[in-house]
């Protein structure tokens, strides 16, 4: 009976709990597993915001999952991302509670230098696609501030200071970054920005040319200066840029974004900065061909100015002969004044006496008017004569009555034209009692303002002339005529 109520056995196997097993389970793959290096590809990359990030290594047979804790990211060497071959460095490990096992990694590396060089060839065609590589500024001949983004131990700052202290010294500003390393990327970049984002008054000096250096090294440490954001930073300095990166066979992507590549820290020294030697014999030179120039200039100047002195006639001598000239012409004109004024009366005396006399003119008008009085009266007589004759038939037919009152009539109106004839003659004026006033030379005078005291008048009258001698000048109006 109690044979029946003992449960079987299962002979010498152990027995074992989950945990146990998943803690043998780990402890077995840490210990075989302590520190390995691991190639794949990376996938299914993904960042916590704990800061831890998980992704998966595989190749054409497997797939291995991992982690880089938190602690471990900064020390990683690179950033992961998906389609990256690299060689992962860590630890196996378990994690029970899935019954899984992971690769706990400390440090990723490029799987070779081809891979290396893929990922730069093709990050370098998405930049030049983008024409981040198309900006080539000219450089300051001589910056006053010179930038550098470097380390700040080593043997690149103190040949950098060396060699701009030999050529021509000018300061230096340094902003110290790590050159290799994780988070090496982001500090370069975040110094070029800094550079860049100076104002170009403030406290600190904002440089005139920038050069960012480093050392000579393998591709993998030369990394951080192919990162897209140090490529990025580079071509978007507003400072012109100088890249001296590795030896001059080295060539990085910040080289083609840059306004000038260097092959070594040296020599971007010396593209900062010319030779101080030089640039002082290179301006004496210049003075002296200045010198020498205005020398040459002021020699042929004067020789043109001789040249044109010699052509130009004697200026004393043409003074001399105008002040001759203006002499004679005034002395000339002195003597053409009275002369001409001479001349002028004699002309007008020889005018005068060619003109007729006041007694002439009015003998001349009565003449022609006696004339025309009659041609007037022959005219008329004989228009009377006509008209009789033309009328005599009339006349038959009418008798003696009607014409003689025609004829009456007629030689009325012909009475009054011959008194308003004889009215309007100076002879009628003169017989009513007036008399023309003339002077000496025989000119009317018309008002007594026109009489000089003492002058000889002659006197017309109906009967003749009379000669007469005047005591004064004209008498104010209303007060009579003065006395001959």
């Known amino acids: 009976m109690n044979d029946a109520q003992t449960p079987p056995t299962s002979g010498n196997l152990p027995e074992f709990t989950v945990s146990e097993i998943s803690g043998a389970v780990k402890r077995t793959l840490e210990t075989a597993f302590a520190r390995i290096r691991v190639r794949g590809e990376l996938t299914e990359v993904k960042r916590y915001p704990s800061g831890h990030i998980y ?9 291995l999952a991992a982690v880089a804790w938190r602690s471990a990211v900064p020390r990683l060497g690179l950033a992961p991302e998906n389609g990256i071959e690299v060689i992962a460095t860590g630890r196996i490990s378990a994690y029970g509670e899935r019954s899984s096992y992971q690769l706990i990694v400390e440090r990723l590396d490029y799987a070779g230098v081809g891979a290396l060089l893929a990922r730069i060839e093709a990050l370098r065609l998405k930049l030049a696609a983008e024409g981040l590589f198309e900006r080539r500024r ?5 910056p006053r501030v010179i930038g550098v983004v470097s380390s700040e131990q080593g043997a690149v700052i103190q040949d950098i200071r060396t060699t701009i202290a030999r050529r021509f010294p000018r300061p230096i500003l340094l902003w110290p970054v790590p050159v290799q390393g994780e988070g090496a990327a982001e500090r370069i970049a975040a110094a070029i920005h800094g550079f860049s984002a100076l104002p170009a008054q403030g406290a600190v000096p904002r440089p005139d040319v920038l050069i960012v250096a480093r050392g000579g090294g393998s591709l993998e440490d030369l990394m951080a200066f192919n990162d897209e954001a140090v490529v ?17 066979t080295d060539t990085t992507l910040i080289d083609h974004a840059a306004d000038r590549r260097a092959p070594t820290p040296t020599a971007a020294a010396e593209l900062a900065v010319p030779v101080r030697a030089e640039l002082l014999a290179d301006l004496q030179h210049r003075a002296a061909r200045l010198a020498a120039a205005a020398n040459a200039l002021v020699k042929d100047r004067r020789l043109r100015l001789t040249a044109a002195a010699r052509a130009l006639p004697d200026l004393p001598a043409l003074l001399g002969t105008s002040r001759q000239r203006l002499d004679d012409r005034s002395e000339r004109l002195a003597l ?5 004024v001479v001349a002028r009366r004699a002309a007008l005396d020889r005018l005068a006496a060619r003109l007729p006399g006041p007694q002439a003119l009015l003998d001349a008008r009565a003449a022609a008017l006696a004339l025309l009085g009659q041609r007037l009266g022959a005219a008329l007589r004989h228009s009377i004569a006509g008209r009789r004759q033309r009328a005599a038939p009339a006349m038959a037919r ?3 009555a009607p014409l003689l009152a025609r004829l009456r009539e007629a030689g009325a109106r012909l009475e009054g034209l011959a008194a308003r004839l004889a009215s309007v003659s100076h002879e009628a004026v003169l017989a009513r009692g007036f008399a023309l006033v003339l002077d000496g030379g025989g000119r009317l005078l018309t008002r007594a303002g026109e009489v000089a005291p003492g002058a000889r008048l002659r006197l017309r009258f109906a009967d003749g002339e009379i000669s007469a001698r005047a005591e004064r000048g004209a008498a104010p109006p209303g007060q009579g005529a003065l006395p001959l």
């Open 55 to 63: 992704f998966s290594l595989k190749d054409e047979g497997g797939k």
């Open 138 to 142: 000219s450089l300051p001949l001589l």
């Open 232 to 248: 990025r930073a580079a071509a978007a300095c507003t400072i012109p840029l100088i890249s001296a990166v590795g030896h001059e």
């Open 336 to 340: 053409a004044l009275p002369n001409l």
């Open 398 to 400: 009418l008798g003696p």
